[in-house]
């Protein structure tokens, strides 16, 4: 038995979604425990495409039990949608429960997000306009509409009377923007209530039995290490906690249930929205990694931004999530380069640096220092063990592994499951990965 949480350790976008599905193979219990629909995983069998934004990956596997967690905001519309889509592709959604404490995300929460995003201008973050940070922030100001207050009709209506008066007064002064009418906002959640009510339920005690019986329970975070609000580059950054620590929060459990947390980082780097990337490349290379990457947002559709593998933020997610072992994803989109580089440490204003800064200021100011590995110029894409891939793609792994101080498990050359070398099964296997660093060699 194992309790994992798998979280990004990159800027999102890493490819958990297709690790969280091979994963989920070997999990009783699926639970996301932060974020809301500006997340997605897309995760593809069979060449069927599955578009996930709040669903965890498990819903996939019937007899799996599926959690959104109480650490997540629910927009009940969207989460309608994704449900009504894996029905009508015969994916039962009968083993999903929504946690009763998930805060609820309304009319008013988008409207602000969009007009808020538009007056920063120049400063804007980037966020998707989905209303998820002024959800987080009524949640904080203790405001919030939670879903046990959604399916229960008079504690909603009263709710919502209440909020939507105090929102009027923002979205008509301070943004210029219509006023909402309450009844309406009433009657269309109502809807939503009906839909959902028969998946709320206290998640928190589902995961604590699941554990006492000694079930395998997956905590899968959305985003990553670098847009966590605390420990991400604020103020480009999420408005809640992907980092593993996030995990107990989001879902109501104690951190001694964990016994292994799994970071997921691209073979290079992306980042989509605003906010320093100091490995960014601009055309050339950085348009190669987009095109062969497939590199557009799965919520959004934006296109995301392209680099080098950077090393410093790798062993700062290793540190901050306390990481045992690395799924490595898209290797392959590597395949044609003849040289790749890796960011070892920066440079800032001279000095040589090799830990994460905090300061926003110093981390704009940041330039890479790189060492170069030579590339291996064929395909990785049928390789399904060690032995099968190029000696300069090994090598490469090697390093990626010296360099974070953390052993790999899964490796990913392309969208499909079986596209994968499987090192170690990270949850039924031993405590350390075998592709260890180039000191430690390969067991």
């Not at 519309?77 to 404490?101: C, R």
């Not at 207050?149 to 909603?156: A, G, K, R, V, W």
């Not at 929060?249 to 906010?275: F, L, N, Q």
């Not at 974070?404 to 990270?426: C, F, K, Y």
Request: some cysteine; aromatic content about 6%; overall charge negative.
């Amino acid at each position: 038995m194992a309790n994992v949480v798998v979280i990004g350790a990159q800027w999102g976008d890493e490819g958990k979604g297709k690790i969280t599905d091979l994963l989920s193979k070997s999990a009783d219990v699926v639970v996301r425990y932060q974020g809301g629909v500006n997340a997605g995983h897309t995760v593809v069998v069979k060449d069927q495409v599955f578009k996930l934004h709040l669903i965890p990956s498990g819903i996939l596997y019937p007899s799996t039990d599926c959690i959104i967690g109480n650490g997540t905001v629910i927009d009940p519309a969207g989460l309608i949608t994704e449900l009504d889509q894996l029905e009508a592709l015969g994916i039962s959604t009968k083993n999903l429960m929504i946690s009763e404490t998930a805060h609820v995300t309304m009319p008013y929460h988008r409207m602000i997000d969009q007009a808020s995003e538009e007056r920063r201008g120049s400063l804007k973050i980037g966020t998707t306009k989905r209303g998820i940070g002024p959800t987080y922030a009524d949640k904080s100001e203790r405001m919030g509409i939670r879903m046990i207050d959604l399916i229960n009709p008079s504690e909603m209506q009263q709710q919502i009377r209440w909020t939507v008066e105090h929102k009027n007064i923002i979205l008509e002064k301070l943004y210029g923007l219509p006023a909402l009418d309450p009844e309406q906002v009433i009657e269309e959640y109502a809807v939503y209530a009906d839909r959902l009510r028969p998946h709320v339920g206290d998640s928190s005690l589902k995961i604590y039995d699941a554990v006492k019986k000694r079930r395998n329970v997956l905590f899968e975070g959305a985003q990553g290490t670098l847009l966590d609000l605390d420990h991400g580059t604020y103020p480009y950054v999420t408005s809640s906690n992907p980092v593993a620590g996030g995990a107990c929060v989001g879902t109501g459990v104690g951190p001694t249930i964990i016994d292994r947390v799994i970071g997921v980082a691209k073979a290079y780097t992306t980042r989509v929205g605003e906010g320093p990337f100091p490995t960014e490349l601009e055309g050339g290379i950085g348009a190669h990694l987009c095109d062969r990457g497939a590199e557009f947002g799965t919520t959004t559709g934006r296109q995301r931004r392209c680099g080098w593998f950077d090393a410093v933020i790798g062993r700062y997610a290793v540190r901050i999530n306390g990481l045992d072992c690395l799924a490595v994803t898209k290797l392959d989109v590597l395949d044609e380069l003849d040289e790749i580089q890796v960011c070892v440490a920066y440079d800032i204003d001279g000095q040589r640096c090799e830990h994460f800064p905090s300061s926003a200021g110093r981390f704009a100011n940041c330039r890479p220092i790189y060492k170069t590995l030579p590339g291996w110029k064929q395909s990785t894409a049928d390789c399904r063990s060690l032995d099968d891939l190029p000696k300069q793609a090994l090598d490469y792994l090697k390093v990626l592994a010296e360099l974070m101080e953390v052993p790999i498990a899964i490796v990913s050359l392309g969208a499909s499951r079986d596209q994968t070398i499987i090192v170690e099964d990270p949850i039924h296997g031993p405590k350390r990965a075998l592709l260890h660093s180039t000191t430690e060699g390969v067991g």
